[in-house]
């Protein structure tokens, strides 16, 4: 794990291995001049107890000073150019993680969750960010600190140098204990309010039922006693982070009272100057925040490292469902359809979701599927538009196989409607044109016509160019249906998929739309799954699915006549809308009947 | 022309004094917000504060020790060669180190102890005052923002009370003991040491609103990112079908840019921050040395002193630059209080009266009188409802989208309050019940059912305990929840995944019937006849439950199916916030009015079915 995130950030470096050669060298001058202020300030200090000219005491600050500005200055540079490698890798990286999710098929993105592929697009960059701007700035800067003021004091003490930096040994281990201790309990208590905000987001989401049942005060006993319960495991981390986190300061501080000792000894056996004393006990605090700043380094390298090993994870994953090599550009197909002995296992649920699937749809037909819930509709539908792929068998358009077809070509010809209408915080007109934006504004026009979206214009404020809120929030789930066929429509497929597509649209509406289809399906293969089966009763033929097999097939009339599966679905369906259409026929003129009677009678006249 | 810019100009920078004096007036209110939060939260754990408190001004205060006692060593013993007091030294020096340690472990103790339990306390309040609000205020606000109110605001305030105040106070104190001590050992090299800090502090200030304002330019470009991210991992399926990938890849690209382009704003700005943060403490050290330096040639300063001074400006550096600090982390409490505040202080629109009426038994009759209501004033969604219910019918409402269906049924279980008119239960105003009672009188059943994580049995008793297991599975039983509850492994231990995810719809359904039925055995029966397509059995069960649970009570239902209206005593026609029809299935279609229009347009297809069903059933005789 450790290895493969930097595995994964060497090729992103490779373009910036100058950057990195100068960095080291601003680092190296910079960390130089800052390891040996201290030494100049002994200096000086040594300089005023052999008596010397006071003018000459503001040279030493001078050259104080100038240090300073030396660091300052390469200080920067370093910054900058920590930065600028940081921002060009994330960026490039970043560009190339959207990329890979954009090829990403359904099943690799569900094998993630949306949630996870979000944290390690967003979240994670900020780590490999700070990798290389803090991690890798800090880190060069540090070392050359501690290697260059160790040697200085050496130069000057040996003994008490060694002491010094057995205390700061001692103070980088304890740092990298705690580090690593901390990060522990804060995961910890990061999982814990997790569960708390998990609590929160569920009793909220359903916060109108629970009022309207009276449930407040219970609710609010139970958040309480959760409350509770985090409260005694954060205070545990909290106190015991309180305890060990003044840790590095206190080894400093002794190692500090052993130098005032020592040190001091040392001078009255006139083995060390006051200058020198001065100058040890200024690098201690100066090698202390060095050592600190490898700590921190350290700990945001390991995070970016492991923040690398994700995204690489995801860039180096081919997803399921791609071009193959031999995938080649189609035009002009027809839309004929076969499946051939189509079989999709589960791999989580362990069984097949279809199996020996064989089925023809000829070009210019209307194929409905029906079927109880968890049967493979939706499945079925998905591997035309090829969402999943079959694990067995195949699917043939025009006697191609898909899988040998360029997905951009397919997707010109084939086009497929979710369940789910997407949308996107966009102006209605984009949402419509998604993917065409080149679109005349007659087509979008006679596509809204076509989907009964027209009439609803009038009521968005600014019509085609109203703002869809996010997910489509601000439309209906009707309107929202509607705008994803318009969507399709609007590009004039060879092949549509409608996969439960008219759910949300009420009955009469979802009839008109039908009938639009019908009208100019000529040319156009509709393939449509529905829990209702007034949206099917029309089409050629009518597949029956149920556990996965097709278990009966036909046209309406045929498939009533086998008095089978289609049958008794739609006997239940129309049970009751039997009766009451008895009912209402007794009373005034109703339905097929009465129409087809009138215009018999018109035509009579 | 040069008037017209003139103007122009001169209403910018009206706008932006005005922009200010906004600003600043809601800093104000923000600043008592944290502090009427934190008083009144922390007030229960006064003891510990104060105790932390304390300990933190002498953690303070021992911070100037250390050099003094260094300057002792370097005048005292060692400048004279004794061994023996320099021990002595030593020793507190030591001591000193260990004081620190304990103290500032004590402190932390204490102000954890008081608190995380404060925060708990305000997390759970803040929770109970959520649910108290009306519907009007659950539906307008995001469960997303709410949660986050609950969680990242609070942590924010947790945030300054753990770390912001201890820095504020610790730092700011060793700043005040640092100067006090500096002028009382020697004050010229004392007013040497200072000359630099105010300049350090303009510096700071200067360059902290530069840092804040491009990170908050950061923050904004990496959440246009998220949210971009996020519309597109939900969306991928689509924008692939319809080919969109280069678009979206360019449209990202931007966001991208941008983003790396705030990063190194942001990061330009920092390191000149702390380069010239470097040169000052340079300077400030030059300074000590220069003048120290004099001092010690000249007689007025010693040694130690120098060495002391060297140490305290270095120390008296820190305050200043960690308080404008934390100065950020305030900034975003003070946001996050605020918000807090204003929820808190938000009174809920329906609440019970002081002296409720009591209900014991309901007999359900109902009654609207004269009722308007609306959300915004210029969008009336009920214009004058007359409507009177005598108990135990059941009333079907139909009507198109919009036209207040939804509305009229909320307000009898006062999910809102109506703008005008009244509400009567049982010839009661509806206000003049404790909610708690009403609620319990009248119960809802969402359109949408919704589960929560748990038990089957919790998740229809929900936290009631007074419901007995009895009565839990009557309630199964008489919705026909019971025959999938008896399927399941464990039966009503079954565990319910959050959202109901291994339900289906249609169990979701037949659930929240069962709970409002357990929770609500008599009384009046609210239904949202849900729309959504479910599996044809289930739907079966669910409707032959529907009709034996609306024949024992009184009932308004939202109808959507054709049996649930034409059963009903009562159908009642909506349109744009009034009753349009009203009367039986027979009268109405007799009357060939709204309601007839809209049962033909249903049944079209229904009846369309059904012509093609007989002409099938007799292609098959014929074929026979």
Known sequence: ?605 | MARDERTLEERLEDERRLAEQRRLSEMASQDSALVKLLAYSLAPYKKWLIAALVLMVGTAALNAVPPYLLQQAIDGPIARGETGALWQITLLYGFTAVALFGLTFAFTYFLQQAGQRALADLRVRLFRQILRQDHGFLTGSSTGDLVARLTNDVDQLNAVLSHSIVIVLVEGVTLIVIVGVMFAVNWRLALLSLAILPIVFVVTRYFRRRIRRSSSGERTAQARISAFLNEHLHGMTVVQLFNREEESEGEFETYNKRYRDALIELRWHSAVFLSVQEVLAAIGLGLILYGGGQGVLAGWATLGTLVAFVQYTERAFQPVLRLSQEYNAVQIALGAAERIYRMLTQEPAVKSPPHPKPLHSVRGEIEYQGVHFWYLPDEPVLRGVDLKIPAGQTIAIVGATGAGKSSLVSLLARQYDPTRGRVLLDGVDLREYDLDDLRRAVAVVPQDPICLAGTIRFNIALYREDISDERIRQAAEFSNAARFIEELPGGYDYMVLPNGENLSQGQRQLLSLARALALCPDGVLILDEATSSIDTATEALLQEALERVLRTRTSLVIAHRLSTVRNADRIIVMDRGRIVEEGTHETLLARGGYYARLHRHQLLANAEADAKAEAAAASKHAAD
């Open chain 1, 1 to 605: 794990m450790k290895d493969s995130g930097l595995q994964f950030l060497l090729p992103y470096m490779r373009p910036y291995r100058k950057h990195l050669l100068i960095g080291t060298l601003y680092a190296l001058v910079g960390a130089g001049a800052s390891a040996f202020s201290p030494t100049w300030l002994g200096w000086a200090v040594d300089a005023l107890t052999q008596g010397v000219r006071p003018n000459v005491m503001a040279l030493y600050a001078l050259g104080l000073v100038g240090l300073a500005v030396v660091v300052a200055y390469l200080r920067y540079l370093l910054r900058m150019l920590t930065g600028e490698i940081a921002a060009g890798i994330t960026y490039r990286m970043s560009q190339d993680l959207f990329h890979r999710l954009l090829l990403f098929d359904k099943e690799t993105r569900q094998r993630y969750g949306t949630g996870d592929l979000l944290a390690r697009g967003t979240s994670d960059f900020i780590y490999i960010w700070r990798f290389y701007s803090a991690g890798f700035q800090m880190s060069v800067h540090a070392l050359f600190l501690l290697l260059i003021g160790c040697g200085l004091m050496a130069i000057t003490s040996p003994f008490l140098a060694a002491l010094v930096v057995i205390m700061l040994a001692l103070s980088i281990a304890v740092q990298v204990r705690l580090g690593t201790f901390m990060e522990n309990a804060f995961v910890r208590v990061q999982q814990e309010t997790a569960k708390l905000s998990a609590f929160v987001q569920e009793h909220l989401n359903a916060a109108r039922m629970l009022t309207a049942y009276a449930q407040e005060e219970a609710v609010v006993a139970a958040f309480a006693a959760a409350n509770q319960a985090y409260v005694q495991k954060n205070l545990r981390f909290v106190i015991v982070s309180g305890a060990i986190s003044p840790l590095p300061a206190f080894v400093v501080r002794i190692a500090a009272t052993i130098v005032v000792f020592v040190g001091g000894t040392l001078i009255i056996g006139n083995q060390l100057t006051v200058g020198q004393y001065v100058q040890f006990i200024v690098y201690l605090g100066l090698l202390n925040s060095g050592a600190q700043q490898i700590t921190d380094a350290f700990i945001r390298l390991q995070q970016g490292n492991a923040a690398a090993a994700r995204i690489g994870e995801l860039l180096h994953r081919w997803p399921k469902i791609t071009d193959s090599a031999h995938a080649r550009e189609v035009t002009d197909l027809r839309g004929a359809l076969r499946f051939e002995d189509v079989g999709v296992w589960a791999e989580d649920q362990q069984r097949w979701v279809l199996r020996h699937i064989n089925l023809e749809i000829p070009a210019g037909t209307t194929l409905g599927i029906v079927g109880p819930t968890g049967a493979g509709k939706s499945m079925l539908i998905s591997l035309l538009g090829r969402i999943h792929d079959p694990d067995e068998g195949r699917i043939l358009i025009d006697g191609i196989d898909l899988r040998d077809i360029k997905l951009a070509s397919l997707r010109q010809t084939v086009v497929y409607v979710p369940q789910e209408s997407l949308l996107f915080t966009m102006p209605l007109r984009s949402n419509i044109v998604l993917g065409a934006p080149d679109t005349p504004d007659p087509q979008i026009h006679s596509a809204m016509d076509r989907s009964r979206l027209s009439k609803d214009l009038p009521q968005l404020p600014k019509g085609l160019d109203s703002m869809v809120g996010e997910r489509g929030a601000t439309l209906s789930g009707g309107q929202r249906q509607r705008t994803a066929i318009a969507r399709a429509l609007v590009r004039d497929p060879k092949v549509l998929l409608l996969d439960d597509a008219l759910s949300s649209i009420d009955m009469k509406t979802a009839a008109e739309i039908l009938n639009e289809l019908r009208q100019t399906n000529t040319a156009r293969t509709c393939v449509i799954v529905s829990q209702r089966l007034a949206a099917v009763q029309d089409a050629d033929n009518i597949v029956v699915l149920d556990h996965g097999q097709i278990v009966e097939q036909g046209n309406h009339a045929s498939l009533m006549a086998l008095g089978g599966f289609y049958a008794e679905m739609y006997r239940r369906e129309i049970a009751q809308a039997e009766e009451s259409a008895h009912a209402a026929a007794n009373l005034i003129p109703v339905g097929r009947g009465g129409q087809a009677e009138k215009e018999q009678t018109n035509g009579a006249g």
